[in-house]
């Protein structure tokens, strides 16, 4: 069981995926998918039943660096899910909780809000991309190096963004739904960031969305709600869930914005986190279960 009364350091979230997989070799394996730009492991966990052919689901946490809320949630999901043999024949769940760990390690010892990921730009002293605008969709190349947003020199430059982007693409056969999990807005986006125009089975994700907002509001009151991601906070291009979406690999895809707190809202206190990853989770489950029966 992993800490939720304090934000874990990288490498201690990854010891634990490490040490979840070698106690529960039946249900869990690792997904290596690859290095960072710093040279750390991308570290994700598969839980399965074991059967062959089945649907899955992916969730990736912290693609932001600052968005320290987020990888208590992925942890939480492995938790459940591990204790739970009816979720596993449900699925075989993808959970990678630190999806920019060299952002996020320097979110912990340089930057706390630092948001992207750390690639040096050439001929800048700007470090970074923003992962979330480096996705092979749409990709918009229109950026200035020291931007929060800057999308980077092509699409998928960041090695980070092409990890998930492989893995996405090279499981469209059996992946159902695509979830990113950010901070903050207490939102359930879905696709598409460049237009208002709704999708073709908008009504399924506006009804998916909805039952997992209603799970989530019957645990404390939080009202999430669910909105398209260019109506709903402002127009993007390259994020990952129009990636999973637009690709066709994902029917379902989401970006869940949590809860705030603190000044700025990217920096809640330790105290906060047990609320959040207790009211997300039976929302979380509710999506799983509708985007599988539907
Ligand atoms: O801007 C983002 O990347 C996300 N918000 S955040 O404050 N966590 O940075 C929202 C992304 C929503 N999805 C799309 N726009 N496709
Ligand atoms: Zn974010």
């Known amino acids: 069981v992993a800490a939720y009364d304090r934000f874990m350091e990288f490498e201690e979230i990854n010891a634990h995926v490490l040490e979840t997989v070698a106690a529960n070799p039946d249900i869990a394996s690792l997904v290596d998918l690859g290095l960072s730009t710093e040279g750390r492991e991308l570290l994700g966990i598969k839980l399965s039943n074991g059967a062959a052919g089945q649907k899955s689901v992916w969730f990736d946490c912290a693609i932001h660096a600052r ?121 359930i986006l879905y696709p598409f960031g460049h237009t208002v125009e709704p999708v073709p089975n908008v009504d399924d994700l506006i009804a998916a969305g909805t039952a997992s907002a209603d799970a989530i509001e019957a645990v404390g009151g939080t009202r999430y709600s669910v909105e398209n991601s260019a109506a709903g906070l402002y127009f993007t291009f390259g994020a990952s869930d129009d990636y999973a979406y637009g690709i066709g690999a994902a029917l379902y895809s989401y970006t869940y914005e949590l809860s705030g707190g603190g000044s700025g809202g990217f920096n809640p206190p330790a105290s906060a986190i047990q609320t959040v990853v207790d009211e997300v989770w039976p929302g979380l489950k509710t999506l799983v279960e509708y985007s599988l029966a539907n």
């Not at 949630?73 to 449900?90: F, G, M, Q, S």
């Not at 630092?114 to 800048?124: D, F, I, Q, V």
């Not at 991309?129 to 020291?146: E, M, Q, S």
């Open 67 to 187: 968005e320290w809320i987020a990888p208590p949630v992925c942890l939480r999901i492995i938790d459940e899910v591990l204790a739970d043999p009816a979720l596993r024949d449900l699925a075989d769940w993808y959970i990678l909780p630190v999806a920019n760990p060299d952002g996020y390690s320097y979110s912990h010892t340089d930057e706390r809000f630092w948001r992207k990921t750390r690639r040096p730009n050439e001929g800048s002293s700007c470090v970074g991309t923003d992962p979330n605008r480096n996705f092979d969709f749409l990709w918009d190349g229109v950026g200035d190096f020291c931007s929060e947003v800057y999308p980077g020199s092509s699409a998928f430059s960041e090695p980070e963004c092409g990890a998930i982007g492989n893995f996405v693409s090279s499981n469209a056969d059996s992946l159902v739904l695509y979830v990113a999990v950010h901070s903050y807005g207490e939102l």
